[in-house]
């Protein structure tokens, strides 16, 4: 069974420029997430969407917007790129809501370089 | 003060030798606790879930949970070099549906 799979794998953008991430959970998972991981740190979180809705959100300021579409992928959209977006971002998969006994399970992430 | 405290390391072992992870919390309503293994630029892997105080078992894997004391550990038997990864303790809380990270420990297990 294919896990989480996320796109661009790596990817350079220039200052003040925008970029959509894509992610496609498992196969009968419903919630997807998004977190940010800067080097030596854990992960951040920015979203969670489930069954298309957002249903949290970070402390990420608006330039980060996400949605879900009706097959459950989703996309992370970054506008206005500073220096300090770039870093690793993970999309995760569960079954159903994040805890609630749902185990999450992550992507390989996109490595966002912004000069 | 962060919500969740782990000690970036990095930790360095012998092969075979028993490792001890651990991370604190500050959030009683804390609910679901979890491991995750990060080998060099990949995603995190799922290693272990808990949700109640004591131990569970997973082959070489521990996870302790101590909600009396907010303290979470993983132990790992008969380290390998293939265990030299990061690791990351990773809570849930069901405000917000979000995990909450440490900053992860790199450790490194030599032959």
């Known amino acids: 069974d294919a896990g989480v799979t996320q796109s661009p794998t790596h990817l350079i953008k220039t200052r003040g420029q925008q970029v959509t991430l894509r992610c496609s959970p498992i196969s009968g998972h419903k919630s997807v997430s998004w977190y940010q991981q800067v080097l030596g740190q854990g992960p951040q979180f920015i979203f969670q969407y489930y069954e298309k809705e957002e249903r949290g959100r970070g402390n990420f300021p608006d330039r980060f917007s996400a949605r879900q579409f009706p097959n459950y992928s989703s996309e992370l959209n970054v506008n206005a790129l500073l220096l300090g977006d770039s870093a690793l971002y993970l999309c995760a998969s569960s079954p159903n809501l994040v805890g609630h006994g749902n185990t999450i399970y992550f992507g390989e992430g996109s490595w966002l370089t912004v000069v | 003060q962060k919500e969740v405290e782990q000690d970036p390391g990095p930790l360095s072992v012998p092969e075979g030798a028993i490792v001890s992870l651990n991370c604190t919390y500050s959030n009683s309503a ?75 420990t790199q450790l490194k297990v030599e032959l």
Not at chain 2, 76 to 86: L, N, V
Not at chain 2, 94 to 104: A, D, M, P, R, Y
């Open chain 2, 30 to 104: 804390f609910q679901y606790f979890m491991w995750y293994r990060q080998y060099s630029r990949k995603g995190p892997e799922l290693l272990m879930y808990t949700y109640s105080s004591g131990n569970k078992e997973d082959g070489r894997f521990t996870a302790q949970v101590d909600k009396s004391s907010k303290y979470i550990s993983l132990f790992i038997r008969d380290s390998q070099p293939s265990d030299s990864a990061t690791y990351l303790c990773a809570i849930f809380t069901g405000g917000g549906n979000k995990l909450t990270f440490g900053t992860g």
